[in-house]
Each structure stands twice: as structure tokens, then as C-alpha cells.
């Protein structure tokens, strides 16, 4: 079966350039705020403290961040570093009728951020496990977005009023009357919950991963047709039952990626988007949970209990000499680390980043030795992002920061008790 000729998904055959070409430093050129630059300059980490919401627990936590993946936008002055993140204030300190979730966006690389469209009660549910897998994709131009809740998938339009954007509900799958042996807290034809997605480079195309404890992870596909996107099918059904945490495409730049690669609660997958066949990535170990994942370079994982690096398309392989630390309060280290996020710079593929149950990871020589950011307070971290400029934007329940963890005169190193 070829994909491109019999799947109901027609994908443009536009040319992209690479995100390389058109990336460019904006701290550098003085349009960071003076805090944030003075902080990176003497080598620390600078505190985010515009989130919008309460800043109540894990309300300036940001979930997942996302740029514009049009390659025209790195051309215009305000665009190079402009990124868009996610936030949930939903926690139990907080009002239900103050609770949100909001879109805000960054034009200096994370030193400060605008909401651009604040959600209420009616789009999520703040009772089922809500603002900790929200996903978020950014159309060409971002003049729309995507967002994924426990209410499914929502297409975004922001508006001049901050809490009265344009809220389109993406057609999704529903919690069926016949269920599996598997309780799911919701009512029958509820929206199963969406999650993981993903916008083609072009704009044209999307696939949401769907799915929440029920032995039945979706992948759903959608064109945009009028402003809007509409379904188009299901791809094969992957070889697992547990839910689906993240998802990439082998190249992000094109838009027409040949394959698509799945990471689930236990093992990461390949589908050939050409023979509609899923090939289980080797290397991943057992009951690997599959956070995080990044193709720049190849395919970088981020999982339980460990860090994977690219052999081939279908295979990776684990680093065990990295040390990372494992426990603060006994100074264990080794490679069995609870990773959650991993970012690969586009610009200098052999700088990463690893966000982690015990802190905030680095590396300058493809992901083979790691070191501690110090400078981070203690917590876990669960999202990475590179800027243009090589600073990057962590977060995690303890709040966001901005950091130059590569600078030539700002090396971290391995934190043991008593330094």
C-alpha cells in the first residue's frame, strides 16, 4: 500500500529549507531584557516569573513548547527566537471558575512571555490527570494552533479578547458504550482524551495521537480544508496497547516525512508512511516508558530508564557511560536516569539537553557524556527548548528558566554533596 498515491492524506510536494538556514540569535542582538541578559552573561540561570495564571503549584511549569515551522518566519526581525509554550493553572489552591490553560508566546527566547488565548473549565477537565500530557502544535504564521486536552483536540484562533478565542472542537474519537476491562473516568461518547500531535511543515496535514488508560491508543489524521481540519482516517493500529507519550516525524522540515515514530508506555515504533507497516525501534530496553523524542541528527529518546542515541532508522543504543545523578541525598550516579523531555540543538546537532526526575542534563558531544546544570534548584524538569542562539528554555514544577549551559565560559559540571 503506498501511502501518497491510496491514503485519503494528499501531501504537498512544496520544498521547505531547513530550519538551519534561518535561524538567528535575538539575546545576542541586545533584545532580551536586561535581567535575563546580565543573569546569562555572569553565567546563571534566569528565573521566568510573567507565566500567566496564579502561581499557584506548577502553574508556571511550562508542558510542551512549540515553534512556527515555516521557514519564513526565521527571516522576519522578530521572529528568530519566538516560541510558543503551554501552561495549566488548574490546581487545587485555585478557584474552578479561575482554573485555565493558557497559550503564551515569546519573541526573546523565553526571557518573557504574553498570553495569546486563555481556555476555561469548558475545554479540559481539571479531575482527570489534566496539564501534565497536554500537546501543542503551531500552524505556518501561527495565526492558529493546535491544542490537545482530556476533551480531545482543539484548534485555537486567538483573538484581540485574551479569554474569548476562536475554540474549534477537532473531530476525535468518543468513549464507546461497549468498554474494555479497563475503567475510564468518563460517560459513554465522551471525547477520549487527545494528546500527542504533530502539524506537517506545509500546514496542510496533522495526526493526534488519542487515548488515556484504555487499552486502545488512536492515531487519527486530518487535512485542512477551509481554515479548518477535518478528518481523514485512522493509520494501522500500533503493536501495543498502552497510551501513546510522544511522537515525531523522521524529518520535521518536510512535508513529506517518510516515516512517523511513536513512543508508548513501553517501546518506541517506526511506521513506513509509505507501506503503512510499523517496525519496533530496536535497542529500546523493557517496559521502557517513551517521554521524549528528537529527530534531529536521527532518533534521540528519552524514557524509563534511560538516555537512547541513533544507530540506524529502526535502532538505537543506550548510553551507560554517562553518569547522571540519581540521588541528591546519597550521591548516587549512573545511566538509569527518569528522563522526560530531550532536546537536540538544529543549528549544532551535537549540543542536547535532558530534562529529569533529579534536574537538568547537557551535552556537547552527542549525547555520549552528560553534565548537571548546578545552578537549577532542585526538582524535576519535564520540558527542553533550544534557542537560535544556543541558550536554552527548561521548566518543570518549580518554575521555567532560561540558561547558557554551552557558553564557552559557563561549564557545568557534576554537583556532589559538599561542593
Known amino acids: 500500500m503506498n501511502f501518497y498515491r491510496s491514503s485519503s492524506i494528499h501531501w ?41 495564571g496564579s502561581h499557584q503549584f506548577a502553574s508556571d511549569f511550562i508542558e510542551t513548547m512549540a515553534t512556527d515551522p515555516d521557514p519564513d518566519s526565521g527571516r522576519r526581525s522578530d521572529d528568530p ?12 489552591k485555585v478557584p474552578a471558575d479561575r482554573q485555565a490553560i493558557y497559550l503564551s508566546k515569546s519573541i526573546n527566547g523565553g526571557a518573557t512571555w504574553t498570553p495569546i488565548a486563555r481556555l476555561d473549565s469548558r475545554y479540559f477537565n481539571a479531575q482527570i490527570s489534566e496539564g501534565a500530557r497536554n500537546g501543542l502544535a503551531v500552524a505556518p504564521g501561527a495565526t492558529d494552533f493546535v491544542i490537545t486536552t482530556q476533551d480531545g483536540a482543539l484548534q485555537i484562533i486567538p483573538q484581540r479578547n485574551l479569554s474569548a478565542p476562536i475554540v474549534k472542537s477537532i473531530d476525535g474519537p468518543r468513549v464507546p458504550h461497549d468498554r474494555s476491562s479497563i475503567i475510564i473516568a468518563k460517560k459513554d461518547d465522551d471525547p477520549v482524551r487527545a494528546g500527542v500531535v504533530l502539524i506537517t511543515a506545509d500546514g496542510e496535514h496533522m495526526i493526534v495521537g488519542y487515548g488515556y488508560f484504555d487499552d486502545n491508543p488512536q492515531l487519527f489524521t486530518y487535512h485542512r480544508e477551509h481554515g479548518s481540519w477535518v478528518q481523514d482516517g485512522t493509520l494501522p493500529h500500533l ?59 536521527g532518533l534521540h529518546i528519552a524514557a524509563c530508564w534511560g ?4 544507530v540506524s532508522a529502526d535502532t538505537v543504543q543506550r548510553v551507560t557511560q554517562a553518569k547522571f545523578l540519581l540521588h541528591r541525598w546519597k550521591d548516587q550516579v ?16 551535537n549540543r542536547e539537553l535532558l530534562a529529569a526526575i533529579t534536574g537538568v542534563y547537557a551535552s556537547d558531544d552527542g549525547g555520549q557524556t552528560w553534565k548537571r546544570l548546578n545552578d537549577l534548584p532542585e ?23 532560561i540558561a547558557n549551559p554551552f557558553s564557552k565560559t559557563c561549564s557545568p559540571t557534576l554537583k556532589t554533596r559538599g561542593q
Open 334 to 349: 549512573g545511566p538509569n536516569i527518569r528522563a522526560y523531555a530531550i532536546a537536540v540543538d538544529p543549528l549544532r546537532p
Open 239 to 297: 503493536p501495543t496497547d498502552l497510551d501513546i507519550f510522544s511522537m515525531q516525524f523522521d524529518d520535521p522540515n518536510n512535508p513529506q516525512p517518510s516515516a512517523l515514530y511513536v513512543g508508548t508506555g513501553d517501546q518506541a515504533y517506526r511506521l513506513d508512511l509509505h507501506t503503512m507497516r510499523w517496525t519496533r525501534v530496536a535497542g529500546v530496553g523493557p517496559d521502557s516508558a517513551i517521554h521524549s523524542m528528537s529527530t534531529v541528527g
Open 379 to 401: 526538582g524535576e524538569f519535564h520540558s527542553a527548548h533550544f534557542n537560535p542562539d544556543g541558550t536554552v528554555i527548561v521548566s518543570g514544577y518549580i518554575g521555567t528558566f
Open 81 to 92: 527566537s519566538t516560541v510558543f509554550a503551554l501552561t495549566a493553572d488548574i490546581g487545587s
Open 307 to 310: 538516555v537512547y542515541n541513533p
Open 12 to 52: 504537498s510536494t512544496k520544498s521547505r529549507l531547513p530550519l538551519f538556514l534561518i535561524a538567528s540569535a535575538l539575546i545576542a542582538s541586545g533584545q532580551t531584557p536586561n535581567p535575563a541578559r546580565r543573569d546569562l552573561a555572569s553565567c546563571h540561570v534566569h528565573e521566568v516569573t510573567d507565566l500567566p
